[in-house]
């Protein structure tokens, strides 16, 4: 089992920066990704970045050259560098990660962009 915790929200104005993080606990050492994704109300969920073991990443398009995914193995974190915030960018934003081929999920924490 791997539990995840998110922190970081917030609202911000746009061409804000945040960053978010996500500490994961319990079968932790066994997590061969991690990642963000995020679901706006009424929408559905949409993956945003994810980052392997060895630091390779992936971002979508909509986010690629604004947020850097970077992971932390030391402290089995992951964080998400959010810059140049656009209000579509509103949201909840859950962690993920991937272990023994369980997906796991956190709560999510909102970002809220807006003037």
């Known amino acids: 089992q791997v539990q995840l915790v998110e922190s970081g929200g917030g609202l911000v104005q746009p061409g804000q920066s945040l960053r978010l993080s996500c500490a994961a606990s319990g079968s932790a050492f066994r997590i061969e990704s991690m990642g963000w994704y995020r679901q706006a109300p009424g929408k559905g969920r949409d993956l945003v970045a994810t980052?392997?073991?060895?630091?390779?990443?992936n971002y979508e398009a909509y986010v690629k050259g604004r947020f850097t995914i970077s992971r932390d193995n030391a402290k089995n974190t992951v964080y998400l560098q959010m810059n140049s915030l656009k209000p579509e960018d509103t949201a909840v934003y859950l962690c993920t990660a991937r272990s023994n081929g369980n997906r796991y999920w956190g709560q999510g924490t909102q970002v809220t962009v807006s003037s």
């Open positions: 980052v392997t073991r060895a630091d390779t990443t």
